[in-house]
């Protein structure tokens, strides 16, 4: 039986990386200081392994919140129940909100009436995008998601800004589910909710570090992971762990020769809904139609800076000593079962599916880049994610080393190595109707789309909305 390639990739180290950002530095939410130290901290990293280094930086809200409480009115008495915001939500009056609770179970259309009007209405999960104008049309008082799982903690979110239009002028917080549980089953009938939560304008830096191709200078391949998380967590796991692997990757595949430029990104904004991998994907659209303007271009001859992209290898939700692996690709059916026989080869088991994940290589995809997308997901990944319960002491160096030392052995297989690149840049017409309908269903811009990146320069500058009225 043929051995595996030998990996370099040092786990410790790698462990030595992911503490420093979740416990060193800890939270890293968009736009805030602990993000710039993160990102500043990154770049000197890659900066001693002799890759050219450099920042990219675009604006973005951040933002923070002073006070969430919410209470329940039992026998006579309000009773605290452990809530967090959902940001860039509106505020409450300082005195908060009071009013009857009305339960419209799952958010569904099916469940709304007008009843809601003027309540303090819980619903068990989201409220889709869809769905969310005939909510707002039936004018309630504030919205308390309750959790859909069992959780220690309540998650951390925020609705970005580009959703608050849907979501309208609505106080919205998250409960455990056990709580709502008891809230329902005791048929408690009024609740109140005070929330301050305040937003600024700020700035994000994507940290990039190259290290020049040898052979084929001109392939570029993308290894990338985001650092941000949540405010006011760690984001261990979700995702230091990632952002660590492809800190120690970057380290191991700069000591020798690549035949393949390779890109190293930490990208910035991924918990906000993808904004920093979105503006790296839209700076390359810009690009690629700055340089076919010019009359020497050819076309089907030259190439444009994205067109020279190749692959991204994204790593994100990492480290969890209990978990299954999970493979996603966006390509020609190759890019996975290339991830399928080596992850039999190396004996790691990998689930491998052919869709997009709600991560940074989604984004390049939507700008004709291919990708595979490796998490770890499941196991205490489902008890911490997105709260404050994703802390270090659930990772150890041993589950970074199976991620990392496939991702190695994969990178050097299929990217540095070889003498002529495997895979098509192609994304079949089936996959990238698959990453238009994501980018649809969350609302979110289409990445590389230069029609709507000229209004979002036209747009006007958004008007803060007002309180409302205490009851």
């Not at 968009?30 to 280094?53: D, M, N, P, V, W």
């Not at 958010?107 to 104008?133: H, Q, T, W």
């Not at 930490?266 to 690629?288: K, N, P």
Request: hydrophobic residues 35%.
């Amino acid at each position: 039986m043929k051995q595996a390639m030998k990996t370099r990739f040092d786990s410790k180290k790698a462990y030595e990386y992911l503490e420093h950002l979740a416990v060193k530095i800890g939270p890293r939410l968009t736009g805030s200081e602990g993000e710039h130290k993160a990102a500043r901290y990154i770049g000197k990293i890659f900066r001693s392994f002799g890759l050219k280094t450099r920042f990219q930086k675009y604006p973005c809200l951040t933002y923070a919140n002073k006070k969430c409480t919410f209470e329940v009115q039992e026998g006579g008495r309000w009773r605290a129940i452990p809530a967090t915001p959902i940001m860039l939500t509106t505020s409450t009056p300082p005195r908060g909100l009071e009013g009857e609770i009305h339960f419209a179970h799952t958010g569904d259309l099916e469940y709304f009436s007008p009843e809601m009007k003027g309540k303090i209405v819980m619903v068990c999960g989201n409220i889709s995008a869809d769905n969310r104008p005939r909510f707002l049309s039936y004018k309630p008082q504030a919205l308390i998601v309750i959790e859909e799982s069992i959780k220690e903690a309540p998650r951390r979110g925020g609705i970005g800004d580009e959703n608050r239009k849907t979501y309208g002028n609505l106080p919205m917080a998250v409960i455990r589910h056990l709580d709502g549980l008891e809230i329902i089953k005791k048929g408690l009938r009024r609740a109140r909710l005070t929330m301050i939560n305040t937003d600024r304008k700020s700035h994000c830096l994507n940290v990039i570090g190259e290290k020049a191709g040898t052979d084929f200078a001109d392939e570029i391949v993308v290894i990338c992971g985001h650092y941000d998380s949540h405010m006011g967590i760690s984001g261990a796991t979700d995702n230091a762990a990632g952002t660590a692997i492809v800190m120690e990757l970057a380290r191991v595949l700069s000591q020798s020769p690549s035949r393949r430029t390779l890109r190293f990104i930490a990208f910035s904004g991924e918990e906000t809904g993808l904004h920093g991998s979105t503006f790296y994907a839209d700076e390359l659209a810009r690009q690629a139609a700055r340089q076919k303007k010019k009359p020497a271009f050819r076309e089907n001859v030259d190439k444009t800076e994205c067109d020279r992209h190749r692959l991204t290898f994204n790593l994100d939700v990492h480290g969890c000593i209990l978990g299954r692996n999970l493979a996603t690709f966006s390509g020609v059916d190759d890019i996975g079962v290339s991830v399928q026989l080596l992850a039999k080869e190396t004996g790691v088991f990998c689930k491998v599916e052919k869709k997009p994940m709600s991560s940074d290589g989604t984004p390049l995809a939507a700008v004709g880049i291919p990708n595979v997308q490796w998490a770890r997901y499941g196991g205490t990944t489902e008890h911490y994610g997105h709260s404050d319960m994703d802390v270090i002491r659930y990772l150890s160096a041993d589950a970074l080393a199976e991620a990392g030392e496939f991702a190695e052995r994969y990178l050097r297989r299929y990217v540095t190595d070889i003498p002529t690149f495997p895979f098509p840049r192609e994304i079949p017409e089936d996959q990238n109707k698959q990453v238009k309908d994501y980018f649809t269903k969350a609302k979110f811009k289409m990445p590389g789309d230069l029609e709507a990146m000229k209004k979002e320069k036209k747009r006007p500058v958004r008007k803060k909305a007002r309180r409302p009225r205490r009851k």
